[in-house]
């Protein structure tokens, strides 16, 4: 006699369902498998927690993502009110998480650059600075002020303005570096159009700045226009210094 036992099959076929959609939750593939095996909408998705209706969570991230390009540091020049406005299932407290996490990030590759933060060269200082201005919307000037061996004391941040254009003060610019008693300095400023080419107005401060610098008996290393993507300008390199 031929014996059929349907709830039993119903409940392997369900326990087994239940089975790979828990191994697709990232926390639960975190937890078996490690954060290496996640991918970047995965991690995302632990931060946010929760989709909406229709849309899972993953899909949320990958759409967040898509987006941007794909692209970490574009979502980090999102702001709280941005993905809160264009991201159904994203409120102000997960917003703040989401540029929290980004932030961390940012300072992790800060802090790993800091333990060997000896300057020898325009793209040493370049991807040092990228940390924290290539994200930037609008313009900002930072000084770098260095010891003798070219050794990182400190970064400034000494001016910020608009999308197009910010104002260095040479007073404002030369100030840190006095007090510090640095050896020399690293002028350094954002183009948040990722267009590296200097403008007149840039040439100009780079050679007040440069005077400024020789009267104080302070050696300006370089001055790099900031970019995303491993684009930048170096006066040094170009021979403009």
């Known amino acids: 006699m031929h014996m059929e036992y349907p709830d039993n099959d119903k409940n392997t076929s369900r326990a087994l369902k239940e089975m790979v959609a828990e191994n697709d939750r990232p926390r639960e593939k975190a937890k078996n498998h490690g954060f290496n095996a996640l991918t970047i909408p ?112 400190r970064q400034e941040r000494v001016s910020s303005g608009g999308t197009a254009m910010t104002v260095g003060d040479v007073k404002m610019i030369l100030k840190p570096a006095i007090e510090q008693l640095a050896d020399g300095i690293i002028l350094a400023h954002n183009h948040p159009s990722d267009t590296p080419r200097p403008s007149e107005m840039d040439n100009s401060l780079t050679s007040h700045v440069k005077q400024a610098c020789n009267i104080m008996g302070i050696e300006m290393v370089d001055h790099i226009i900031v970019c995303r993507g491993g684009r930048y300008f170096s006066y040094l390199d170009n021979g403009k210094l």
Do not use: P
Request: net charge neutral.
């Open 42 to 153: 995965e991690l995302l998705a632990i931060i946010v927690g929760s989709g909406s209706v229709g849309e899972s969570v993953t899909e949320l991230c990958q759409r967040i993502l898509r987006d941007n390009d794909n692209k970490l540091y574009r979502m980090a020049r999102m702001s709280i009110r941005d993905l809160v406005k264009n991201y159904r299932g994203i409120g102000e407290v997960k917003a703040i998480e989401i540029l929290a996490a980004l932030e961390l990030g940012r300072r992790y590759h800060q802090e790993k650059f800091e333990e060997n933060n000896q300057i020898r060269s325009s793209l040493d200082a370049y991807n040092y600075l990228k940390q924290r201005m290539e994200h930037l919307q609008h313009e900002e000037i930072h000084v770098l002020m260095l010891d003798r061996a070219k050794r990182i004391l």
